[in-house]
T-cell receptor
Framework: DVKVTQSSRYLVKRTGEKVFLECVQD?????MFWYRQDPGLGLRLIYF???????EKGDIPEGYSVSREKKERFSLILESASTNQTSMYLC????????????FGPGTRLTVL | RKEVEQDPGPFNVPEGATVAFNCTYS??????FFWYRQDCRKEPKLLMS???SGNEDGRFTAQLNRASQYISLLIRDSKLSDSATYLC??????????????FGKGTKLSVIP
């Protein structure tokens, strides 16, 4: 059974804190993605990576950075959390070839106070 | 113009009804098309791909009209378990052998006993 896991289901941080969200997939997928999902705005792509140490900006990269040191792991970093980064964060992975079906993790609900 | 547009609903239908969702996309270079399903407080999961010739999976039928840049999903004999948000997804080649998915905001379906 394919699996994408995220380090936390719920996280509460204070404004200005550095936040790390971790994502691990066990499917040997080349591509990994970070999205945020907000009511009325849908899923928006923050960053994606198509290989180790490679990263590409998505639609809303401001205020975020990412790290992909190993194929199975993709980290999202909020250098200085702000209240407008309160959201549901979803990680996904997919193969480079073929259907490109994305498999999602369960999500991390981040609240920034 | 938004890249992928869907009627947000909610669609409230009785059990056994037939319901149809529509989706339009703006980029004519879009290459692949999908419907994802997202249950409340869960991650999105692939429901079905959408092929140019139209395709069916049990009670679900998906159709694509490239000329009109339009995708549809038909659900026959609705079940209570079909209650979810249905996301229309299109893909675009983003270079380096990778594809980006663009998600619609979703259409919420509630099937009522």
């Amino acid at each position: 059974d394919v699996k994408v896991t995220q380090s936390s289901r719920y996280l509460v941080k204070r404004t200005g804190e550095k936040v790390f969200l971790e994502c691990v997939q066990d499917m040997d997928h080349e591509n990994m993605f970070w999205y945020r999902q907000d009511p009325g705005l849908g899923l928006r792509l923050i960053y994606f990576s198509y290989d180790v140490k490679m990263k590409e900006k998505g639609d809303i990269p401001e205020g975020y950075s990412v790290s992909r040191e190993k194929k199975e792991r993709f980290s999202l970093i909020l250098e200085s959390a702000s209240t407008n980064q309160t959201s549901m964060y979803l990680c996904a992975s997919s193969r480079r070839e073929g259907l490109n079906e994305q498999f999602f993790g369960p999500g991390t609900r981040l609240t920034v106070l | 113009r938004k890249e992928v547009e869907q009627d947000p609903g909610p669609f409230n239908v009785p059990e056994g009804a037939t319901v149809a969702f529509n989706c339009t996309y703006s980029n004519s270079a879009s290459q692949s098309f999908f419907w994802y399903r997202q249950d409340c407080r869960k991650e999105p999961k692939l429901l079905m791909s959408v092929y140019s010739s139209g395709n069916e999976d049990g009670r679900f039928t998906a159709q694509l009209n490239r000329a009109s840049q339009y995708i549809s999903l038909l659900i026959r004999d609705s079940k209570l378990s079909d209650s979810a948000t249905y996301l229309c997804v299109v893909t675009l080649y983003s270079g380096a052998g990778s594809y980006q998915l663009t998600f619609g905001k979703g259409t919420k379906l509630s099937v009522i006993p």
